[in-house]
């Protein structure tokens, strides 16, 4: 787990970490839904940030509430709590609720200024809210996300630089490395098939000069990440004629970078 700051915005690491999230309250919701044979799989999930303040937990803005301590949670350094009110059967029917919060002590504050409080929030009916697999859950994610063949590439490899960054930041440092292994793997093929159809296209007169452009920087982008680090300062000027201006520097560079990424694949 590394401590370094990150080059990645706090709305990138929520629409990632979010998700994973509410896949972690669905099963929850599933799991108290057999213990206690009433469906619970429909009840809404609230945040408690203070006395004052209930959140809906599903929405990815919900972390702007207490951002550093969500990234602690994440980063399996503070615990976050759990407590359902049970849904009210008969008469007068109430659906279930999940109440999510960092301090028991401020959840019951919040409690005490509601018109209907809970009666039985305590101790005993305070769970631990349990840590997101985030290993397994990223993994899904970058597969998914990289399996869309019809997917911009650019885009493509911009959302995996901002995964290998979270990875980077929340995993142990093993963790990190075979996620980014994975990565690895992936931005390789992906890189190979646009620089073989980058060689053809940078001879065709047809071609939009802006788009060349913005896919040869996406090239770069996957050399650096992948080659620069240890490189000496010639192989690093080598990666950069990938952006030269001419022709057939480029062409000499793509095919560079074609060897190299045959030779990843074996």
């Known amino acids: ?36 044979k009433i469906d619970l799989e429909s009840s809404d999930w609230f945040f408690i940030q203070d006395n004052r303040t209930a959140k809906d937990l599903s929405k990815p803005f919900i972390f702007d509430l207490d951002w550093p301590s969500f990234q602690a949670y994440f980063q399996g350094k503070k615990k976050l709590y759990l407590y359902l009110q049970k849904p009210v059967i008969g008469l007068a029917v109430k659906k279930g609720v999940f109440w999510v919060f960092f301090d028991p002590k401020i959840a019951q504050a ?19 809210f349990p840590s997101v697999d985030l290993a397994k859950g990223l993994s899904k994610q970058i597969i998914e996300l990289l399996s869309n063949k019809e997917a911009d590439l650019v885009n493509l490899i911009r959302q995996a630089e901002e995964f290998i960054a979270v990875a980077d930041f929340f995993l142990s440092p093993e963790e990190a490395a075979n996620f980014n292994g994975m990565i690895r793997r992936i931005l390789v093929d992906l890189g190979l098939k646009d620089v073989k159809m980058l060689r053809k296209d940078i001879t065709d007169p047809g071609a939009s000069p802006r788009l060349l452009e913005r896919r040869l ?43 190299r990424f045959e030779a990843e694949q074996g």
């Not at 992948?226 to 952006?243: F, I, N, Q, R």
């Open 1 to 36: 787990m590394s401590d370094d700051t990150f080059n990645i915005t706090t709305e990138a690491q929520y629409s990632i970490l979010s998700p994973l999230l509410n896949f972690m309250c669905s099963t929850l919701a599933k799991h108290y839904s057999h213990e206690i």
């Open 110 to 128: 919040y409690f005490g200024r509601q018109q209907e409080r809970p009666k039985d929030f305590g101790s005993p009916t305070i769970k631990p």
């Open 217 to 259: 920087k996406s090239i770069f982008r996957i050399c650096l990440r992948l080659y620069s680090k240890g490189a000496d300062s010639k192989e690093k000027e080598g990666l950069k004629t990938l952006l030269s201006q001419k022709s057939i520097v480029r062409a000499k560079a793509l095919e560079y970078i074609q060897s």
